[in-house]
Every structure is written in structure tokens, then in C-alpha cells.
């Protein structure tokens, strides 16, 4: 992969020219609507859904968040309504996003990634899809999807029978070698891969010797994640010939130009957008002042 440095601030990304490369990270901003109601979406690329399962989830009891002092713990369980009412009631709504959307599509089994797509695939609303397979592979064990390139590559196909839009996978960092398991995503089809989903995390209260998450390991981030990140976009982006999304670790403009640095196309930001609801705007203004753009 070729670099330029300073990394430009607009971006070339699946044919179409982004102003910002920022986009919102999955399960941080709903499906849009709501951001832009309250007009947070200056200075935003893209946005990417909350995970769209096939049946309807309830997600995980609480308690399931929980502030440390240097990030977030979640344990959401991809609460959603059900991909026949995102089609029917969500998605004609976002319709009016002044910038693309892209649907962030979870699975219970190999086959529900490419049938959940096969559905969304009447809507002309998004621009394309992020694979979550990072969460359990309930039809064989429930280990995630992502940590068995094999896997990968028959949900990566799925998908890409399934569809003529383009798609990132979003890969997990938690178990496997994300590189080995990117190499197949691009060999089953997939448009870019985004690296990558929450670390595993846990807080314990001494007190008690209790999680304070119900479903005691959670999903983990933080802006002191940023190396983590920077170093697996590195190896990655120089592993395959389709762009890397990024995603963990951003709380500054800087953050953002560095991942672009390490060879990320475009860069998530989610995390921050819940202590700054305009991060993203916030975020444009520091990137220009800093590369004079």
C-alpha cells in the first residue's frame, strides 16, 4: 500500500470522494436520525448503524455500561429491533442523511449475515454494509465469528453473494490473528475491513468480589487503546489490497491523522460521541488547523 504524508484530510473511499473521514462508529449514534435531529452531524463522513440482527433482540439485562477512569465498558447484546422493522420503520427515515450510511448487520449463524443483507438489500437508503463478526457464532459454540478465518471467509462470501453494494468486515481483536482473518475476508469478497471491535474488559467491585457488568467481560475503550489500534491497522493495511477502516482510540485530531498515518482510509470515532455529541466536528477543526487543510 502507498502512504502520502501528511495524510490528506479528504478521502477517496468506495468510488465516492469524503470531505471528512470520520465516521460514526456502529451503536454510538442509532441509525442517524437521531444525531442529525439534535444537528450533530457536521463534520461526519459516514455513519454506521447499530447492529441489525435478523430476529428482534432484547440485548443483555443491566447493569451494562460502566465508566472507568480511562474508558467505557459495554455489554449492549446488539439490542435492536429486528431487520424487517429497520427496513419498514427506520430506514426510510434516515433517508434524509446529509452524509451515506452504512448498516451494520450481526448474525447468529454463518448463513444470517447474507440473509439479513439479502432483506436490507430493497432499501436504496445505505450505501453499504459493516459485518460484525466479532459477536458469537451461536450455531458452533459461540466463539466469535472472527477469530476462525475459515469462518470468516464463508460470511465474508455470503455477503458478497448476497449483494452488489460494498462492504467492510469488522474484524475482532479478541482471539485469532486479525491479519490471517482479514486476508480471508478479502478473499470471500469483502470491500475494506475495520479494525476493529472492542477489547475484552471486566471491573470488579473488591467490595462484593462482583462484576459490576451483569454479563461480568464486557467490550472495552478508551482513548489509551489508541497504540493497540494504530499498530493492528498497520498490519493489516500493509497485508491487503482493500482499505482499512479504523475504529477505537480516537479523542483528538492528531488521533485521527495518525491512524490515517498507519494506513487507515477512513477513521470511526464512537466512544467520545457520548461526552461530545460534535466530536466530529470538533475533530475537522483540529485536523485542519494541524495540516493546514
Given amino acids: 500500500m502507498t502512504f502520502s504524508f501528511p495524510p490528506a484530510i479528504k478521502r477517496r473511499f468506495w468510488g465516492q470522494v469524503f470531505e471528512s473521514p470520520v465516521m460514526l462508529a456502529s451503536g454510538t449514534a442509532g441509525f ?11 463534520g461526519v463522513g459516514a455513519v454506521v448503524s447499530k447492529a ?28 435492536n429491533p429486528g431487520v424487517h422493522h429497520v427496513l419498514q420503520h427506520i430506514l426510510p427515515i434516515a433517508a434524509d442523511l446529509p452524509c451515506p450510511l452504512l448498516i451494520n448487520v450481526a448474525g447468529e449463524s454463518v448463513s444470517e449475515f447474507a440473509d ?41 462470501q455470503g455477503v458478497s453473494n448476497a449483494t452488489d453494494r460494498p462492504f467492510s468486515v ?26 476493529c471491535n472492542t477489547f475484552l474488559g471486566m471491573h470488579i467491585d473488591w467490595r462484593t468480589g462482583r462484576s459490576v457488568i451483569k454479563r461480568r467481560v464486557a467490550g472495552y475503550t478508551s482513548p489509551a487503546l489508541l497504540p493497540l489500534v494504530v499498530a493492528k491497522v498497520w498490519q493489516v493495511s500493509n497485508a491487503i489490497s482493500v482499505p482499512v477502516i479504523s475504529s477505537g482510540g480516537v479523542s483528538c485530531g492528531e488521533d485521527v ?10 477513521v470511526q470515532v464512537g466512544t467520545r460521541l457520548m461526552r461530545r455529541p460534535f466530536a466530529a466536528a470538533e475533530l475537522m477543526d483540529e485536523m485542519k488547523k494541524l495540516t493546514g487543510e
Fill in 52 to 79: 441489525v440482527t435478523f430476529k428482534p433482540r432484547a440485548g443483555n439485562p443491566p447493569p451494562r455500561l460502566f465508566e472507568t477512569s480511562f474508558g467505557l465498558l459495554n455489554s449492549i447484546g446488539l439490542a
Fill in 32 to 42: 442517524g436520525h437521531e444525531l442529525l435531529d439534535l444537528n450533530c452531524l457536521s
Fill in 257 to 266: 491523522l495518525q491512524l490515517l498515518a498507519a494506513g487507515a482510509d477512513m
Fill in 116 to 156: 439479513v443483507v439479502r432483506i436490507l438489500e430493497s432499501s436504496s437508503v445505505h450505501l453499504g454494509y459493516e459485518i460484525n463478526v466479532s459477536c458469537p457464532n451461536v450455531a458452533e459454540g459461540g466463539a466469535a465469528f472472527g477469530v476462525d478465518p475459515d469462518v470468516v471467509f464463508r460470511v465474508a
Fill in 170 to 195: 469488522k474484524l475482532t481483536p479478541n482471539g485469532g490473528d486479525i491479519v490471517q482473518s482479514a486476508e480471508a475476508a478479502v478473499q470471500g469478497g469483502a470491500s475494506a475491513i475495520t479494525v
